[in-house]
């Protein structure tokens, strides 16, 4: 593998590799105020929560890597410690590339993206409208990583209000991950969106107590024919079937003799069986017949 010791490689070069591999990223839309009263809109994918007693948003708007100068944003929480984080959505994420453009100082990114202007309760910057979910927060402290080109500077975020579109929300009161449709940065010119196909479900590990992939027997878990993704998922089931729990498994399987003389055609069906949230029974099937 290539190695890369970020103090001696060309930082330019650093920021995309590491843009490149640290993603996708939230993106924070925020929006503040410049000391004389204009608004500035802009988005940072240097972006997170990291808390939620006090509820706490980090965000960086770090120094330009061409000529080490600060942003907009930047400068004026300086001055008023208060900012708007508006979480962006695709049917938004034109117009907020739009007003990342580095436009000069007293330019009103809201008029220059034709997002909305709306008035917080808590704070004096303005809420997009067009963002389902809008943080009003103060800022608590900022943090100036360096002095030099590409430096960050973490601004850290007390929550103060939280307003959230209920036209995102589903019946139980949380947030539905197909109608926020949230989108996030990835490296060079690439975004990656959470609705559709592109989102897939993880089972928590917390939730139960798995066995560990090293309790897996050995023609499992040194099968060249499963990958790591596999047997995560077959050592997270509780323990291995019994001979009895493993014959009523089976049963529920179809054209099993199919695939039984065929350990390719076995793995197939095995995964089919982890996409379908089956590991218990995809084990079965590998114990029987693997």
Not at 82 to 96: A, K
Not at 214 to 220: G, N, S, Y
């Amino acid at each position: 593998m290539q190695q890369i010791d970020p103090l001696l490689f060309n930082p330019v070069h650093f920021h995309r590799l590491l843009l490149g591999s640290v993603a996708p990223r939230p993106i924070a839309l925020a929006s503040t105020l410049a000391p004389d009263g204009t608004p500035n809109l802009s988005p940072f994918s240097f972006f997170n929560a990291f808390g939620v007693n006090p509820a706490t948003l980090i965000f960086s708007p770090s120094r330009r890597g061409r000529d080490n100068t600060t942003k907009h944003t930047f400068e004026n929480l300086k001055v008023l410690p208060e900012v708007v984080i508006n979480v962006v959505t695709y049917s938004m994420v034109q117009q907020t590339s739009l007003s990342s453009t580095e436009y000069p100082a007293g330019v009103n990114e809201f008029v220059k993206s034709g997002l909305t202007p709306i008035p917080s309760e808590r704070i004096r910057p303005m809420r997009v409208k067009e963002s389902p979910v809008q943080f009003e927060c103060r800022v608590r402290e900022i943090i100036e990583t360096g002095q030099g080109p590409g430096a960050g500077n973490l601004v850290i975020c007390d929550i103060l209000l939280m307003h959230i579109d209920e036209e995102v929300m589903d019946a139980h009161s949380e947030i539905d991950q197909d109608k926020i449709d949230l989108v996030g940065r990835m490296g060079g010119n690439y975004y990656v969106r959470t609705g559709g196909d592109a989102k897939f479900i993880v089972p928590k590990p917390l939730a139960r107590l798995g066995i560990g992939i090293d309790q897996l027997p050995e023609k499992i878990r040194f099968s060249h024919l499963l990958t790591g993704n596999d047997l995560g998922q077959l050592g997270n089931v509780e323990k291995l079937p019994d001979d009895v729990a493993i014959k009523e498994l089976i049963q529920e399987l179809k054209d099993v003799a199919k695939v039984r003389q065929n350990p390719a055609l076995l793995v197939e069906e095995a995964r089919n069986l982890l996409s379908r949230k089956k590991p218990e029974a995809a084990l079965a099937l590998l114990l029987t017949y693997l």
